[in-house]
């Protein structure tokens, strides 16, 4: 079985996909079965099933950080008063919707 994230108009489920192919490719028969709660903890069919056609697939994690660290260049113009650290340091902060 595999596990997919995907919308289906507004709402956002994971689910389970089926009928893929010998090569676990999608097919024209493959269908997505729509999951409750978090695949990671319990797996429970919400009771619908979709084609996988009519469905949009998106990441399969949701981000919850993004950590950009030191500098865009190395030729930095002199114009610029700016003084980098040696040691960068790290500081996460929650994505935000």
Known sequence: M?????AAGEDIW??????LDD???ITEES???P???HPFVDIRPEGSVLKLADVRLLAPVIPTKVVCVG???GRTPRRWVVRF???PCCSPSRAQR
């Open 35 to 37: 999951i409750e709660g």
């Open 31 to 33: 269908i997505v079965a």
């Open 71 to 73: 500098r865009t260049t």
């Open 23 to 25: 090569d676990d490719a």
């Open 14 to 19: 994971y689910g389970a996909v089926d009928g």
């Open 2 to 6: 595999l596990i997919c994230r995907f």
């Open 85 to 87: 650290p040696r040691n």
